[in-house]
């Protein structure tokens, strides 16, 4: 009997014209996944060729697989390129990327994750526009959510600290009758804070929120969430008035107050909650490359500070062992079995029943990002059977998984009780 509810990601934006078609090429895809894990849905992020999305569509529905468009709301949007001063902006009018920790790869690939401000009503509405023609020229079954956050650590850890533009001054002035030009200063002083901290400062916290939500920077990370899930409110209850499912990515529970993504709030606009609990990736939203330029950070802004005692406290406060030096973090990764702790945390939010969490691992193999081997994605079954997970989102490129890791993983659950 079928245990899991089983996804997976395919991007086709990059793909060289009619490659799909070309000797069944997709066709053959698809069908060894729905053979090998009798796969439950397919979260395609689309080009602007209308033909692959037919052909995804067709395909997937012969054989019985739910399509999902998914869909970068604040970033790396489809046909709308965001310029780096259309970016948020930090207490010192930085756009989009920081000094501290940013990460050396920023911009050089295919997205370049500079983030629009929630708040950003004239580009949103832009955006939301094109989303809701692609809905219905794509004509699938559901919207996946991705790119729905303020920036991370690999943007630089000034972007934490964000955003101070115009619509977020208009936007907090109406909502709290107060100039948030005052918050720009209390974030500038925690920020500096960090400067002159010794090790004995972290200890007594308990999650990254502590760290830098600090003094009355509590209304203006209130703020922050809120803002995330109003603007997601509205992509994702046009979806749901056209009769679409609703997925979202979010960042790991641990990570995700860093990006202002509030779970029980946003598990309010959706059918399923994607948790991306990547191990194994160095590149945005993966544990390896967050942590890394977050711990950068901070010795960078302090360099007094000792690599392996501060390692040793974030490891601490995520509750897995971690590599004492940094570099370490991005060639090995991270343990799997963090998946448990991380999924604790969210038991601990109490969603509403009908928000399902289908967890997001690595199972791709793309050379220098990420390398997901079948010892590693053995480890990740594990954990993914210890916590009682209800499904998985294999991540998060069909076109760059191996057949090998499709088998495992179908073997692997077929043989569970
Ligand atoms: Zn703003």
Redesign the pocket.
């Known amino acids: 009997m079928k245990q899991k509810w089983i996804g997976t990601q395919i991007v086709l934006n990059h793909i060289i014209n009619n490659s799909l078609h070309r000797n069944d090429h997709l066709k053959k895809r698809l069908a060894t996944a729905k053979e090998s894990l009798d796969l439950d849905a397919l979260i395609v992020w689309p080009d602007l060729n209308k033909k692959n999305l037919d052909l995804v569509r067709e395909i997937c529905r012969d054989f019985k697989i739910k399509t999902y468009l998914w869909y970068p709301v604040l970033a790396d949007v489809l046909a709308f390129k965001i310029k780096r001063e259309q970016a948020?902006?930090t207490f010192d009018r930085l756009h989009g990327c920081g000094k501290n920790g940013c990460w050396d790869k920023l911009g050089e690939g295919e997205e370049d994750f500079l983030f629009l401000?929630?708040?950003?009503e004239q580009n949103i509405r832009q955006i939301f526009n094109q989303y809701q023609n692609k809905i219905i020229e794509s004509d699938f079954d559901g919207v996946f959510l991705d790119r729905i956050r303020f920036p991370s650590p690999a943007n630089g850890f000034e972007l934490l600290f964000?955003?101070?533009?115009?619509?977020?001054r208009k936007k907090f002035y109406t909502q709290y009758g107060e100039d948030l030009e005052n918050y720009r200063y209390q974030a500038k002083a925690v920020f500096e804070k960090l400067k002159t901290i010794d090790i004995s400062y972290l200890r007594t916290y308990q999650s990254f929120s502590d760290i830098f939500i600090q003094d009355n920077l509590e209304k203006f990370y209130d703020f922050r969430k809120q803002n995330i899930y109003q603007a997601v409110k509205i992509f994702a209850d046009k979806a749901k008035q056209m009769g679409k499912l609703v997925g979202v990515d979010l960042f790991a529970p641990s990570l995700a107050p860093l990006v202002s993504q509030d779970y029980q709030l946003l598990a309010k606009t959706c059918d399923w909650i994607k948790p991306m609990i990547y191990c194994h990736t160095s590149s945005p939203a993966g544990f390896p490359l967050e942590l890394y330029c977050f711990i950068k950070a901070i010795l960078n802004i302090n360099p007094a500070l000792d690599e392996s005692r501060l390692t040793r406290e974030i490891s601490r406060i995520i509750g897995v062992e971690l590599p004492t030096r940094i570099n370490d973090l991005l060639k090995n990764g991270i343990s799997e079995k963090i998946i448990c702790s991380e999924m604790q945390k969210i038991k601990e939010f109490d969603l509403p029943e009908k928000a399902s969490i289908y967890v997001g691992i690595e199972a791709i193999q793309i050379p220098g990002l990420c390398n997901i081997t079948e010892k590693i994605l053995k480890k990740y079954l594990k954990s993914v059977i210890e916590a009682d997970i209800k499904g998985i989102i294999l991540s998060w490129d069909l076109l760059k998984i191996p057949d090998e890791n499709l088998k495992i993983v179908g073997d692997f659950l077929s043989k569970q009780p």
Request: glycine content about 0%; charged content about 15%; some cysteine.
């Open positions: 948020v902006e401000c929630p708040n950003d964000s955003c101070f533009c115009q619509f977020c």
